[in-house]
């Protein structure tokens, strides 16, 4: 079985707006084509275009209607993908060390050279992330990109998960959890960022900003009221001289 490293001083992860994701799948497509050209072996598809499709894929996001305690029910669109725990029992599971977490930042990978196809990562991960890749026969999860966040040769700004840089409602913040300085750290703190499933005991890395509750509009407002109001009582303009002019006809 495989051990962890002792915790990192830094901690790269995610935190994720479930208040404005709007659920455009954009981080997903951006995801499948990076790490299709990227990975050791491309995330393939079965039959993607017939009947029974199935494929391989390392962020999905979901949607629930949810109803708050007050308040209308609202669409939350949930993404989901490998959270990069502090005690991750995938590693711990691995019988041939293929899965394991860098001690630098506490990222969680997969050496497919290493992997025997045998799932017990994927049955150990309460979260579903992980994913057995048909065509490879080996496990595929999120690796943060880090060959675009390691390579200097991209520039600053691409220096990030594909799934963020490509947002585009910047719903994805990457960075330093374990700074309480980062700029993710502080949006934790001032929004109440919260743990998947924290009664795992999985210590997760990645956060979850909670939506807001939406406002309700009132039982009395007819939303065509702006539409049936009179503009004029009297026309003006290009139509007030025409109708004018007609009306001497």
């Not at 919260?194 to 997760?204: C, I, K, S, W």
Request: net charge negative.
């Amino acid at each position: 079985m495989t051990t962890l490293p002792p915790l990192p001083q830094k901690k790269l992860g995610l935190v994720i707006d479930l208040d404005t994701c709007v659920g455009c799948h954009a981080c997903v497509i951006a995801c499948k084509g990076w790490n299709t050209q990227s990975q050791p072996s491309p995330l393939s598809d079965q039959d993607p275009y017939g009947a029974d499709p199935t494929g391989t894929f390392l962020n999905r996001v979901h949607g629930f209607e949810v109803q708050p305690p007050e308040g209308p029910a609202q669409l939350v669109h949930f993404p989901r993908s490998c959270l990069h725990c502090d005690d991750a029992p995938c590693v711990t599971v691995c019988p041939t060390g293929a899965s394991w977490k860098r001690a630098e930042d506490g990222i969680v990978l997969v050496n497919e050279a290493d992997c025997i196809g045998c799932g017990l990562c994927a049955w150990a991960c309460p979260y579903g992330a992980r994913e057995m890749d048909m065509a490879e026969g080996v496990m595929k999860k999120c690796t943060l990109c880090v060959d675009r966040i390691d390579n200097p040769h991209l520039p600053e700004e691409d220096r990030l998960p594909a799934c963020v840089r490509t947002c585009p409602s910047q719903a994805r913040h990457f960075g330093d959890l374990n700074d309480p300085d980062s700029a993710v750290s502080l949006l934790v703190a001032e929004r109440g960022g919260v743990d998947l499933m924290p009664e795992q005991g999985t210590a997760p890395v990645n956060k979850y900003l909670p939506p807001r509750p939406r406002d309700a509009a009132p039982d009395d407002v007819d939303v065509l009221a702006p539409y049936l109001d009179v503009v004029a009582e009297e026309p003006r303009g290009l139509l007030g001289w025409i109708d004018r002019t007609l009306a001497r006809i």
